[in-house]
Nanobody, 128 residues
Framework: QVQLVESGGGLVQAGGSLRLSCVAS????????MGWFRQAPEKEREKERE????????????IYSNSVKGRFTISRDNAKNTVYLQMNSLKPEDTAVYYC?????????????????WGQGTQVTVSS
């Protein structure tokens, strides 16, 4: 079992930046590919959780949604059991609860169903 705890969310003005962190415990973090997803306020059903970014076990491979590519950067520090999401040039449409996720195996995936473990989420609100 892997426990994931996100932090770093908050309220920021459009154009600003935030860095989200997700600390993992319970199993070997370096064996898990990690992802970030988000769920906007109006989308209450879990299946509408949107892919944001993912990173492979080694950290050498990263993938992003088109909506955040060039603005967000995912990274990981296996020594600290932590994955990060640096968010720059934030827009009001980035407002959502952001969830950290993990899957055993080396490859990063875009699909929600590929991930076995989820954190509780951290709220990001971008004001215009």
């Amino acid at each position: 079992q892997v426990q994931l705890v996100e932090s770093g969310g908050g309220l920021v003005q459009a154009g600003g930046s935030l860095r989200l962190s997700c600390v993992a415990s319970g199993r070997t973090f370096s064996a898990y590919a990690m992802g970030w997803f988000r769920q906007a306020p109006e989308k209450e059903r879990e299946k509408e959780r949107e892919f944001v970014a993912a990173i492979s076990v080694s950290g050498r491979s990263t993938i992003y949604s088109n909506s955040v590519k060039g603005r967000f950067t995912i990274s990981r520090d296996n020594a600290k059991n932590t994955v990060y999401l640096q968010m720059n040039s934030l827009k009001p449409e980035d407002t959502a609860v952001y969830y950290c996720s993990g899957r055993q195996g080396g490859t990063a995936y875009r699909t929600r169903s590929s991930y076995d473990y989820w954190g509780q989420g951290t709220q990001v609100t971008v004001s215009s």
